[in-house]
């Protein structure tokens, strides 16, 4: 069941509102109804995060180095010669 009501807000929580739904992609009146459920359970509200897209990159190789030996690759990445 829902309820029409009418409901006077402050500027800055209007712009708020506005901004999260634009994030969300959903419906001011959507977003509104998530966030006054959220404040009412007392619970944190957490927006979906996106996917962590990676785009790996070819870095090509180093002659002299031994890429199975990580103790001999640290050396070389934080000694003072090769920063």
Do not use: C, W
């Not at 962590?52 to 090509?60: D, E, S, W, Y």
């Amino acid at each position: 069941m829902s309820i029409r009501t009418t409901v006077t807000l402050d500027e800055d929580v209007v712009a708020r509102v506005r901004r999260e739904s634009l994030s969300r992609g959903a419906s001011f009146r959507d977003t509104l109804n998530d966030l006054l459920r959220a404040a009412l359970l007392g619970v944190d509200y957490k927006p979906r995060r996106r996917a962590l897209r990676i785009q790996p990159t070819h870095m090509g190789y180093r002659p002299g180095l031994n890429y199975d030996n990580i103790e001999s690759l640290l050396e070389y990445g934080e000694s003072d010669q090769h920063r």
